[in-house]
């Protein structure tokens, strides 16, 4: 893909971080890495190309072609020199955020967009250095951020609507789907989601209903698939029937609330962790990581072309 002008740098190179740097690159962004990993950063980076270019959408481009606009910067400061957009992947470690944060905000040209990957912080919290604080914004992805869309966007009291529109309009350019939360909370909504379904997974194979192995086979064999086409309202809505959501909360989910109070609370202690891992182990342990990634791009990237091209055959806006 050519170059499109635009220069994005990427601070930390770990999981996320990586995903993010193949993902631009693909879309033609000039990226400049800063990461604590020294001289080992590139190798990294260059891994990840490896590993992650094959499964992007569209024609795969090839991963020596990706790293021409390639750059690792050791010195933050130099790599800001023009950039357009950092995104900013180091731990959820709040100092050592704010401290980033701080350099960031000296550093960076006025218009350039300060993002987050956050999961855990919020945009007053992350900007609680910065004389001019307006223009962090939380980019939340859902890993692996190379391939899968959503990206949740977070402004706090003191971020500039347009830094929200922008961030908007910037993750929409490489491929996103952004989506604007109304308010900060803890762990944004997919995270949430996520670990509310992980809890109820966890206490079904403490309780010995289904093993690791055969939760994750009653996952993509029912709500998977289902959620990969449409959300839990709009599922439940169908499931109501002709009288929509509405007949199904007051007849079918009738009994919804007293469900919840038969959910688990799983308490994470070492015996549970232990068989956890142990039938993890047996399921999947045995099958090395970038087999494992390797699988799941093809996988997620079938899933997703195949729905885009639904919507390419049918546009109306079901």
């Given at each position: 893909?050519?170059?499109?002008?635009?220069?994005?740098?990427?601070?930390?190179?770990?999981?996320?971080?990586?995903?993010?740097?193949?993902?631009?690159?693909?879309?033609?962004?000039?990226?400049?890495?800063?990461?604590?990993?020294?001289?080992?950063?590139?190798?990294?980076?260059?891994?990840?190309?490896?590993?992650?270019?094959?499964?992007?959408?569209?024609?795969?481009?090839?991963?020596?072609?990706?790293?021409?606009?390639?750059?690792?910067?050791p010195e933050l400061e130099r790599a800001l020199d023009g950039a357009d957009v950092v995104q900013e992947n180091t731990p959820e470690n709040l100092e050592l955020k704010q401290g980033l944060f701080a350099r960031l905000g000296a550093g960076a040209d006025p218009r350039t967009l300060l993002l987050s990957s956050t999961s855990t912080l919020v945009p007053d919290e992350l900007s609680a250095?910065?004389?001019?604080?307006?223009?962090?914004?939380?980019?939340?992805?859902?890993?692996?951020?190379?391939?899968?869309?959503?990206?949740?966007?977070?402004?706090?009291?003191?971020?500039?609507?347009?830094?929200?529109?922008?961030?908007?309009?910037?993750?929409?350019?490489?491929?996103?789907?952004?989506?604007?939360?109304?308010?900060?909370?803890?762990?944004?909504?997919?995270?949430?989601?996520?670990?509310?379904?992980?809890?109820?997974?966890?206490?079904?194979?403490?309780?010995?209903?289904?093993?690791?192995?055969?939760?994750?086979?009653?996952?993509?064999?029912?709500?998977?698939?289902?959620?990969?086409?449409?959300?839990?309202?709009?599922?439940?809505?169908?499931?109501?029937?002709?009288?929509?959501?509405?007949?199904?909360?007051?007849?079918?989910?009738?009994?919804?609330?007293?469900?919840?109070?038969?959910?688990?609370?799983?308490?994470?202690?070492?015996?549970?962790?232990?068989?956890?891992?142990?039938?993890?182990?047996?399921?999947?342990?045995?099958?090395?990581?970038?087999?494992?990634?390797?699988?799941?791009?093809?996988?997620?990237?079938?899933?997703?072309?195949?729905?885009?091209?639904?919507?390419?055959?049918?546009?109306?806006?079901?």
């Amino acid at each position: 893909m050519s170059d499109d002008g635009r220069v994005a740098v990427v601070v930390g190179a770990g999981t996320i971080g990586l995903g993010w740097v193949v993902l631009f690159l693909a879309h033609g962004l000039t990226v400049r890495v800063v990461s604590t990993r020294g001289a080992a950063a590139e190798g990294a980076v260059r891994d990840a190309l490896e590993l992650f270019a094959p499964g992007l959408p569209g024609h795969p481009v090839p991963p020596a072609r990706l790293a021409r606009r390639l750059e690792i910067v050791p010195e933050l400061e130099r790599a800001l020199d023009g950039a357009d957009v950092v995104q900013e992947n180091t731990p959820e470690n709040l100092e050592l955020k704010q401290g980033l944060f701080a350099r960031l905000g000296a550093g960076a040209d006025p218009r350039t967009l300060l993002l987050s990957s956050t999961s855990t912080l919020v945009p007053d919290e992350l900007s609680a250095r910065m004389a001019a604080p307006g223009r962090v914004v939380v980019g939340h992805p859902f890993n692996p951020p190379h391939l899968v869309p959503l990206v949740e966007v977070v402004g706090g009291t003191r971020t500039d609507p347009d830094a929200v529109a922008g961030a908007v309009r910037f993750y929409e350019s490489v491929g996103k789907v952004p989506v604007v939360l109304r308010r900060p909370i803890m762990a944004f909504a997919a995270n949430r989601l996520q670990s509310a379904l992980l809890r109820e997974a966890i206490h079904l194979v403490r309780e010995g209903v289904v093993t690791v192995g055969e939760l994750d086979e009653v996952v993509t064999a029912s709500v998977g698939p289902r959620w990969a086409t449409m959300g839990p309202f709009r599922s439940f809505h169908l499931g109501g029937g002709e009288g929509g959501l509405r007949r199904w909360l007051t007849t079918l989910g009738a009994g919804l609330q007293k469900g919840w109070q038969e959910l688990g609370e799983p308490v994470l202690d070492d015996d549970t962790i232990e068989l956890l891992l142990a039938q993890a182990e047996e399921a999947f342990g045995d099958i090395p990581y970038r087999d494992l990634a390797a699988r799941r791009d093809v996988l997620l990237r079938t899933v997703l072309e195949a729905l885009d091209r639904v919507r390419e055959d049918d546009p109306a806006p079901l």
